[in-house]
């Protein structure tokens, strides 16, 4: 029971143009949502993160936009680079009293085209 | 400022025989929390340390064990290995208060676990 999914599996974007990564999950009650960036042979590294009494988060060229009605959340790299070239995971947060649980996606790997 | 850094890089074992890994954490952080990656999947959350108490824990078995130390530093122990425990396995450490853990976390390069 795949509680985050990231249904593309990969993702192609011209330089310069926009990139979209999304995300969807099923438990209403996660309370804070990050997206990570991964290279190869390198660990995930923190992008941004979002709360969800908030619909959009911005920082630099990065903006997450959240919609708990549809449980989605979306990823916006405007304008996109060649080294945004990376597997992205969307994670989700489910804060306990003494029991946290983080549940990461399978990633999407974007490609930004020269 | 050191980053997250864990050891070994790289470890080959036989099923039914027990592995520790190990993780040092980003200066002053308090929290660890251990990931498993298989191949082309996400991390899977196994369980976080907190000023050395288990803060929570994800759907792995109890051979699936782990330690903080004073210093946060932490390891990961797995007894009775099996084939599929076969993966890459991330430590991530980040701060932790009185308003909770932040999940902005800084991952180490992981540790490849082969299990034949």
């Keep these: 029971d795949q509680q985050v999914k990231q249904n593309s599996p990969s993702l192609s974007v011209q330089e310069g143009r926009i990139s979209i990564l999304n995300c969807d999950y099923t438990n209403s009650m996660f309370d804070y949502f990050l997206w990570y960036k991964k290279y190869p ?31 989605h959340l979306s990823l916006h790299i405007v304008p996109s680079q060649p080294g945004d070239s990376a ?25 930004i085209l020269p | 400022e050191t980053g997250v850094t864990q050891s070994p890089t790289h470890l080959i074992k ?38 050395e108490e288990e803060n929570g824990r994800g759907n792995f078995p109890p051979r699936f064990s782990g330690l903080q130390f004073p210093n946060y530093s932490s390891e990961l122990n797995v007894n009775a290995l099996e084939l599929d425990d076969s993966a890459l ?3 991530a450490s980040s ?13 180490g390069p992981g540790t490849r676990l082969t299990v034949t």
């Design chain 2, 14 to 51: 036989t099923r039914g025989q027990q592995v520790t890994l190990r993780c040092s954490s980003q200066s002053g952080h308090n929290t660890v929390s251990w990931y498993q990656q298989a191949l082309g999947q996400g991390p899977q959350f196994i369980f976080q340390y907190y000023r």
């Design chain 2, 95 to 107: 701060l932790g208060g009185l308003a909770g853990i932040s999940y902005e976390q800084y991952f």
């Design chain 1, 87 to 111: 597997v992205y995971f969307c994670a989700a947060v489910l804060r306990g009293n003494r029991d946290d649980k983080i549940i990461f996606g399978k990633g999407t790997r974007l490609h």
């Design chain 1, 41 to 71: 042979a390198e660990g995930p590294t923190f992008l941004i993160s979002i709360s969800s009494i908030k619909d959009k988060n911005e920082d630099g060229r990065f903006t997450v936009f959240l919609n708990k009605s549809a449980k």
């Design chain 2, 89 to 91: 396995y991330l430590c």
